[in-house]
């Protein structure tokens, strides 16, 4: 009977911790939001408010890395209609071309997701290429992005 209730209490606090921890996505606007490369490379995706006085942009994000710094801040809006969220960088000369990679937002059980708020899982398509050929130009690859599953780790 003690071990029967120890393992209820148990089950009961692991259910509550997974409730608390899934709906706090939803509570991290985009905009405060702290992506961590899954690898464990250290980079970090750092959210920020949009420029003012645009309609079709909702937030920039910065490229970080502890050994390279700031690498790159990209411009992050959706595409009208069917409404793919990309990320255009903002200081090289792709953004006059108008290169766009785009973002996949994930719930914790991997399905796809267009919810408000940050989504607990993202994957950039292209940024990995996009920070090899970019490393490449500004001379230095010490560590290498590559094309990691994105995990939010916190909000501002």
């Known amino acids: 009977m003690n071990k029967t209730y120890k393992f209820g209490t148990s089950l009961l606090f692991m259910i509550g911790a997974l409730t608390i921890n899934s709906s706090s996505y939803a509570m991290c606007?985009?905009?405060?939001?702290?992506?961590?490369d899954m690898n464990g490379s250290g980079f970090e995706l750092r959210f920020n408010a949009p420029p003012q006085n645009t309609a079709v942009l909702f937030a920039t994000v910065t490229l970080w890395h502890p050994q390279r710094g700031n690498i790159n801040t990209f411009d992050v809006g959706s595409s009208q209609g069917f409404g793919t969220v990309?990320?255009?960088?903002?200081?090289?000369?792709?953004?006059?071309?108008?290169?766009?990679?785009?973002?996949y937002f994930f719930d914790t059980n991997f399905k796809e997701t267009n919810e408000e708020g940050a989504s607990p899982y993202m994957f950039i398509a292209g940024l990995g290429s996009?920070?090899?050929?970019?490393?490449?130009?500004?001379?230095?690859?010490d560590v290498i992005l590559r094309n990691p599953m994105w995990k939010l780790d916190r909000c501002r």
Do not use: C, F
Not at 132 to 141: A, C, E, L, N, V
């Open 130 to 141: 996009w920070d090899w050929y970019d490393s490449q130009m500004s001379g230095g690859r």
């Open 86 to 103: 990309y990320l255009a960088p903002k200081s090289d000369i792709e953004s006059e071309t108008d290169y766009r990679i785009s973002a």
């Open 29 to 36: 606007d985009m905009t405060r939001a702290i992506y961590t």
